[in-house]
């Protein structure tokens, strides 16, 4: 019997919060994915932290309900640079993870080199190799010029093919 299921990636972010569902069907291995949808959550730049942290919540409570996915991925953070960025990539992270948890009780995360792997076939992909690699693997014909929005697909897809 085929098994269906709706795959929420998210590529979380405090200013943008890019996101995409999937559906797979079909057996491990064999399985068909669709793009169910796809968009970026921007927060208003003038306010405050907590604003734009319920600003996140709501909107991904409203993708939830709509989608109503089985499973939730989400990209683990990775910064070698900037600790104040990633500190605030993690405020909004850890709301990601709370409206996951609360929505399934099970977050899936993955690192950004397994995600490169498992979408590109190279672990060292680049912006433009991912998005064009989640193009292909989706039957788009354009590429998405958000990264985020690739990203947050390219994260779906990783869970499809490691996880389903």
Same mark, same amino acid.
């Given at each position: 019997?085929?098994?269906?299921?709706?795959?929420?990636?998210?590529?979380?972010?405090?200013?943008?919060? *890019?996101? *995409?569902?999937?559906?797979?069907?079909?057996?491990? *291995?064999?399985? @068909?994915?669709?793009?169910?949808?796809?968009?970026?959550?921007?927060?208003?730049?003038?306010?405050?932290?907590?604003?734009? +942290?319920?600003?996140?919540?709501? &909107?991904?409570?409203?993708?939830?309900?709509?989608?109503?996915?089985?499973?939730?991925?989400?990209?683990?953070? %990775? %910064?070698?640079?900037?600790? @104040?960025? &990633?500190?605030?990539?993690?405020?909004?992270? *850890?709301?990601?993870?709370?409206?996951? &948890?609360?929505?399934?009780?099970?977050? %899936?995360?993955?690192?950004? =080199?397994?995600? @490169? +792997?498992?979408?590109?076939?190279?672990? @060292? &992909?680049?912006?433009?190799?991912?998005?064009?690699?989640?193009? =292909?693997? +989706?039957? %788009?014909?354009?590429?998405?010029?958000?990264?985020?929005?690739?990203?947050?697909?390219?994260?779906?897809?990783?869970?499809?093919?490691?996880?389903?």
């Amino acid at each position: 019997m085929a098994q269906r299921r709706v795959i929420l990636g998210i590529d979380p972010g405090y200013a943008r919060m *890019g996101w *995409g569902a999937i559906q797979i069907e079909g057996e491990r *291995g064999k399985a @068909k994915v669709k793009c169910l949808g796809f968009g970026c959550v921007e927060t208003p730049k003038e306010e405050e932290m907590g604003t734009r +942290l319920a600003y996140l919540n709501d &909107a991904l409570a409203q993708i939830i309900t709509h989608y109503k996915p089985d499973d939730i991925a989400v990209e683990e953070i %990775f %910064f070698a640079k900037n600790a @104040k960025t &990633a500190i605030m990539v993690a405020h909004a992270r *850890g709301v990601i993870m709370m409206r996951a &948890a609360m929505h399934s009780g099970r977050i %899936f995360q993955y690192r950004p =080199n397994a995600i @490169k +792997l498992a979408t590109a076939c190279d672990q @060292k &992909a680049d912006k433009k190799q991912m998005q064009n690699a989640v193009a =292909n693997l +989706l039957g %788009f014909s354009t590429v998405n010029k958000l990264d985020d929005v690739a990203d947050a697909l390219a994260v779906a897809i990783t869970h499809a093919t490691t996880a389903c």
